[in-house]
């Protein structure tokens, strides 16, 4: 047992070798397991993307001009920083992420997680000021065989869909129209300050009640904002054919829907199965929505949401439909690991353990005066 100690060079590289080889054996052990509901993830990430690529390819034969700067992946979901019809302020690096194709898959997964199942209505609130995200929506919802009720506000915040002449309204009736989807929006209101386009020109107005017009749908009109929040819910409640609602899903910030620009920070991003009530300043039909008990879906705080689903910030280029951590986990082999972890901790205790032995032995021989001190010293050199 010559040099098998704690402190012996060839031990500790005998020790060091073995972890190396350890450690290189378990990572390479490493595979990709599919997340859960796979296969609806996928088939919802490849939706949306065909859905904007029916978007862009229209705008482009439109003769519509693409700003490659403000917009590098050239999708056309990118809007102008100040249009007519801009009702808020928004972020450009917020707005670019949400045009990647496989938010679809982390709304699928939010659907399933709040139990939604083939057939179950969905209450849908939109804005202008995500096209991206209200696609992704949609294209999740076709993959569920979901039934929304949609209702949307036609402003926009900066950079969002805030062409007067190709609002959201348009984009969602041409996709309907091209049957990409089977869904659209079944009412609207102007949106912005009083969900009635309060900080708006009246020619910015009017250029959204055009819009509201010439895609058919339902114009939510009202003096006071508490009516206009009532008026969702008579809608939601109507459409739903007595039925119950399974969820409700609110993009944007529409003010109709949170109530007060404050509760979009309040509310918890994502999935709420359960929402704590706080002294909101004014409930919109979220906060009333989450009083029923409905799980709620809100997709308003995008920088916390790319941090939940493992979603890239800002992506250059886009992400294919399929990539990334919300399809597959990476996991290690546990029998593998537990297997090299238990002979490691076996090598160090039998090292320990010797070495132990032969300074415990040497110990005996100096009290029993056998050996002297400078011969205990030559004995533990020697074990």
């Not at 090299?340 to 005996?364: A, M, P």
Request: charged share 20%; proline share 4%; aromatic share 8%.
């Amino acid at each position: 047992m010559k040099n098998f100690s704690t402190k012996s060079n060839l031990v500790l590289w005998v020790l060091l070798i073995v972890s190396l080889m350890a450690f290189l054996a378990v990572e390479n052990s490493k595979v990709e397991v599919k997340q859960r509901w796979y296969s609806e993830k996928l088939r919802a990430s490849l939706l949306a993307k065909d859905a904007a690529d029916y978007i862009r390819d229209y705008r482009l034969k439109g003769g519509i001009f693409v700003d490659v700067i403000n917009d590098p992946n050239e999708t056309a979901l990118i809007g102008q920083e100040y249009t007519l019809t801009t009702t808020d302020r928004g972020y450009i690096e917020a707005k670019l992420s949400t045009t990647n194709p496989n938010f679809a898959a982390a709304i699928v997964d939010m659907l399933k997680e709040a139990g939604a199942t083939k057939g179950d209505y969905i209450a849908i609130a939109y804005t202008g000021s995500f096209p991206g995200l209200n696609i992704a929506t949609l294209a999740a919802i076709e993959v569920l065989q979901l039934k929304p009720i949609i209702i949307s506000s036609v402003g926009a915040s900066n950079f969002g869909a805030n062409d007067p002449y190709f609002t959201w309204l348009d984009m969602e009736s041409y996709l309907f129209e091209k049957g990409v989807f089977n869904n659209k929006s079944i009412a609207a209101s102007i949106g912005g300050g009083g969900d009635r386009g309060r900080g708006l020109s009246p020619e910015g107005r009017n250029l959204i009640i055009e819009s509201i017009k010439r895609n058919d749908v339902e114009f939510i009109n009202e003096y006071y904002l508490e009516n206009s929040i009532n008026k969702r819910l008579e809608i939601y409640n109507r459409k739903s054919n007595g039925k119950p609602i399974k969820a409700y899903i609110n993009v944007g910030g529409g003010i109709a829907s949170l109530g007060a620009s404050i509760n979009g920070k309040l509310i918890p991003g994502g999935l709420s199965k359960i929402m704590d009530m706080q002294n909101y300043p004014v409930q919109g039909v979220i906060i009333k929505m989450a009083q029923e008990h409905y799980p709620i879906i809100h997709l308003l705080n995008i920088s916390s949401l790319l941090a939940k689903y493992n979603l890239p910030n800002n992506p250059i280029p886009l992400p294919i439909p399929g990539e990334g951590a919300i399809f597959f986990e990476i996991k290690y082999n546990v029998l593998l690991t537990v297997i090299i972890t238990l002979i490691i901790i076996l090598l160090i205790g039998t090292v320990y353990t010797i070495d132990n032995r032969r300074h415990k032995l040497g110990s005996e021989y100096v009290q029993a005066g056998i050996v002297d001190n400078e011969s205990h010293s030559k004995l533990k050199r020697a074990v």
